[in-house]
C-alpha cells in the first residue's frame, strides 16, 4: 500500500491513483456540470441552501474573492435538493454527484487507512467513514470573463480535511 501519510506529511499532498469507473463518473460528473451552468440563475438560485451546501455564486471582486459559481453536494443535501427541483438537467448533475460520492469511498478509506497506520491515528479510518454522509463533491467554475492575467481566486485552505483534485479542464494554479 502507498504511504499517503509520508507523501502528505513530506510535500503536503499525495497523488492518489483512482479506478476507470471512478474517472468515468467524474466525467460524467464534468458534463452534467457543464450544463447545469448553463441553467437560469433563478434556477440555480433556487438550489442555494448555505456555504457548505447547494448552489453559490461569488461575483466580488477583490484580493480574496474567487468570482466562481459552485456547487457542493453531500450525499445528505442531494436528497433535499432533489426534492425541491423538477429539473431534468438537475436530477442528472445530483444523480452523477451521487454516483461519484459512492465510488469514491475505496479511495478515500485507502488514503484514511495510511493515515492511520502511518500516522498512528487509531479510529481514523472510522471516523472517516461514519461522516461519509458529509463528504462533500465541490463542482467549480470561474468566472473567465476578465482581462487575461488577472487574478479570480486566491489561495485559500479548503473547507475539509482532504481534497481530492478529480478533475480540471484547464491549466492553471490549484
Known sequence: ?????????????SIVEYPKDLRNAVECLYQSWSKFVT????????????????????????????????????????????????????DIFLQANTRVLNLIESVILSVAQSIETNGNNKGFVQSVFS????????????????EIGSEIASGHPDKSGLTLHLYEDAPGFH
Not at 461522516?131 to 476578465?146: A, D, F, N, P
Open 1 to 13: 500500500m502507498k504511504n499517503h501519510y509520508l507523501e502528505i506529511k513530506k510535500k503536503g499532498y
Open 39 to 90: 441553467l437560469s440563475q433563478n434556477v440555480k438560485d433556487s438550489l442555494s441552501y448555505n456555504e457548505d451546501e447547494g448552489y453559490e455564486l461569488q461575483t466580488k471582486k477583490g484580493d480574496t474573492r474567487d468570482q466562481k459559481e459552485d456547487f457542493h453536494a453531500t450525499l445528505a443535501s442531494i436528497s433535499r435538493v432533489a426534492d425541491a427541483t423538477e429539473n431534468q438537467t438537475v
Open 131 to 146: 461522516s461519509k454522509e458529509r463528504w462533500i463533491v465541490r463542482c467549480i467554475h470561474y468566472l473567465g470573463s476578465t
